[in-house]
């Protein structure tokens, strides 16, 4: 089965433009969460989506949302790029969203972005 | 606050020697806990995972961690270290909901 899949690999933009990230998630998985990872740190959680809807999101500004289509893949934008946004962007998929009973969030391998 | 701490930002061991990383964290109840690996220019592989029960859980790749409540760690160990074992490595808490909380990585060097 395929894993967690994220496009583009790497993305240059400059100060100020927008970008979109796509992540689509295992089959069959219904959760999608969003990561920030700037280089040398571990990452640091932006959104979960469940079902189409926003259950969670991290101490990020409101330039940064996403949303989540019935085919349960998603996007994160990112608007007004600032130079300090230059990371790499995981997005993970689980079953259910919940860390209770088990579950395990999986990673796609990540859209590096650099903002010059 | 939720938090981990992986006091050691660098680790360089020979190849065929042991290994233990240190995770310690801080949560007050019962936590999910979690080890990553990442080699450069990837994501995030799991290696294991504690969510109750035995203390000692196995992973892949001849990884193993023990959860000790009363020192508040999870360790990472190693018996033998391949050379391909060297990436950065990365503890996990999840707070039973819905995210993970990282340390900030121990990134291993495998001397040959």
């Known amino acids: 089965d395929a894993g967690v899949t994220q496009s583009p690999t790497h993305l240059i933009k400059t100060r100020g433009q927008q970008v979109t990230l796509r992540c689509s998630p295992i089959s069959g998985h219904k959760s999608v969460s969003w990561y920030q990872q700037v280089l040398g740190q571990g990452p640091q959680f932006i959104f979960q989506?469940?079902?189409?809807?926003?259950?969670g999101r991290g101490n990020f500004p409101d330039r940064f949302s996403a949303r989540q289509f019935p085919n349960y893949s998603s996007e994160l934008n990112v608007n007004a790029l600032l130079l300090g946004d230059s990371a790499l962007y995981l997005c993970?998929?689980?079953?259910?969203?919940?860390?209770?009973?088990?579950?395990?969030?999986?990673f796609g391998p990540g859209t590096r972005l650099l903002v010059l | 606050a939720q938090s981990v701490t992986q006091p050691d930002i660098h680790i360089t061991v020979s190849e065929g020697a042991s290994l233990e990383l240190r995770c310690n964290y801080s949560?007050?109840?019962?936590?999910?806990l979690f080890w990553y690996v990442q080699s450069p220019g990837q994501g995030l592989q799991l290696l294991l995972k504690y969510f109750s029960g035995d203390t000692l859980v196995q992973g892949i790749k001849g990884f193993e961690a023990e959860f000790k409540r009363s020192q508040s760690s999870f360790n990472l160990r190693k018996p033998s270290v391949h050379w391909s074992d060297a990436a950065e490595y990365f503890c996990?808490?999840?707070?039973?909901?819905?995210?993970?909380?990282f340390g900030t990585g121990t990134r291993l060097k495998v001397l040959a």
């Open positions: 949560y007050g109840a019962t936590p999910y």
């Open positions: 996990a808490v999840g707070p039973g909901t819905y995210k993970y909380i």
């Open positions: 993970a998929s689980s079953l259910a969203g919940g860390l209770e009973g088990g579950e395990t969030q999986y």
């Open positions: 989506y469940y079902e189409k809807e926003e259950r």
